[in-house]
Every structure is written in structure tokens, then in C-alpha cells.
């Protein structure tokens, strides 16, 4: 990988990145973007189409197929629970892993929420993903408190950082990655290929959403005789 001020990397130092051992039953939590009502939307947000985000919920697939059992997805824009509610309620029984896309738009929203996060589960690992860390990767790692920022797509590149995480991987082969080491010198790995065939996705985890069904709201679609 291509590195900032890189030291010798010690890899089996790595896996203190994670509080315990990442097993197949550990918590998993997964949000969606982490928006609140001041985000660019603003007025319109209540008349803005909202649905399930598909990328998230095909990881969670992703993640079944690979035995892991405990995976939970939290959409943030639907929730009656304030933010700190929720921090609080995951600092309870911290996950093993923490999840969040990052959207261009709403970028310092996002990095103020990690920071919230971070705030009551310090020893959680949060890796960040979507089409701002596409863009902006390096920015990410260096300006939040997140620990890993994917710069692909995240269905596989998921269960590879889990398998680094329990240290069963080494962090450096991991495509896409982008990370501090125990140095906390930022890591850039070689980038991962993007997929051209659908196929190879699994259909999204739309079990997960449940308690949010009544929340989505459909694309209006207007038709002209």
C-alpha cells in the first residue's frame, strides 16, 4: 500500500484497533447516513422520497452469508430516539464493529455524529463508507474519528476487516482500506476494483428494516399522457 510517514508496520499490534475479538456472534451495527433535520435538505426534507438504502442492507447480507449472526442496522433519519439515545443505548452493549456511510452533502453532520460516537464507545471501531469516502478517503481519516474509511464497495471489504479485526487477516492486504496504524500514521492500501456485474451482490437484508417500514417513502413518479 501507499503510505504517510510510514513506519515498520507491526500487524499483529493491529488487532488492538478492536476492544475483543471479533466473533461471528458479535454485534454488528450498521447506519445509514447520519442526518438530522439541519442537514442541506432542510425545509424539503419532510417531501423528500425516502428509502432503505440498498448498499448498506446488501453488506448485512453479505455478512449473513458469512455467518455473522448478530447484525443490526439503524436508520438514523427514522428513528424516534435522539442521537445520544441511541449512543447510550449501543454504549449498554457495545458492538463489535460500527458502520456509517458518509455522503458528500452531509459530511460534517456525519463527522460531528462519529465523534458523538466515539464519545461513548471509545474502544468500538467505526469504519466509514460510500460515495464520500470514495471522493474523499484520506480527508475522512484524517479529519474524523473514524478508524478504517472504505474506499470501494463494501460488501466484501467488510467480512476481509472483520477477519483483520479477530486477526485472522493482516490489515495491510485489505483492498480499499484506508487506516491509522498503531503508530497512528495513516495507511492508504492499494485501491479495490469496482464490480461491473450486479450479480455478484447479494439482494439487500430488507428484514432489517422493519420497525421503519411505515417511515419510507416511495419515489413520486409522474406520468404525461
Known amino acids: 500500500g501507499v503510505g504517510l510517514e510510514l513506519p515498520k508496520l507491526d500487524e499483529a499490534n493491529l488487532s488492538t484497533l478492536a476492544s475483543n475479538e471479533v466473533s ?16 442541506s435538505r432542510g425545509v424539503f426534507k419532510s417531501m423528500s422520497p425516502k428509502l432503505p438504502p ?32 441511541i449512543a447510550k443505548d449501543l454504549a449498554c452493549d457495545p458492538p463489535g464493529l460500527i458502520g456509517v456511510s458518509i455522503y458528500t452533502n452531509m459530511y460534517f453532520s456525519t463527522r460531528e455524529r462519529i465523534a458523538g460516537l466515539k464519545r461513548y464507545l471509545p474502544d468500538t471501531p467505526i469504519v466509514t463508507g460510500g460515495p464520500h469516502a470514495i471522493l474523499e478517503g484520506l480527508r475522512i481519516i484524517q479529519e474524523t474519528e473514524a478508524d478504517f474509511v472504505c474506499t470501494g464497495e463494501g460488501e466484501f471489504f467488510i467480512v476481509e476487516l472483520l477477519e483483520a479485526l479477530s486477526g485472522r487477516k493482516e490489515f495491510i492486504t485489505i483492498k480499499g482500506l484506508i487506516y491509522r496504524d498503531e503508530n497512528n500514521k495513516i495507511v492508504e492500501n492499494d485501491p479495490r476494483d469496482l464490480q461491473d456485474d450486479l450479480d455478484v451482490f447479494p439482494m439487500p437484508n430488507y428484514d432489517l428494516t422493519k420497525r421503519y417500514l411505515h417511515d419510507y417513502r416511495p419515489v413520486p413518479i409522474l406520468f404525461k399522457n
Not at 24 to 39: E, G, N, P, R, Y
Open 24 to 39: 461471528k456472534t458479535t454485534k454488528i451495527v450498521l447506519f445509514s447516513a447520519l442526518v438530522d433535520s439541519t442537514d
Open 54 to 85: 440498498i448498499g448498506v442492507l446488501s453488506m448485512a447480507s453479505t455478512l449473513k452469508a458469512n455467518g455473522y449472526t448478530n447484525v443490526e442496522f439503524i436508520d438514523i433519519d427514522c428513528e424516534k430516539r435522539s442521537f445520544d439515545e
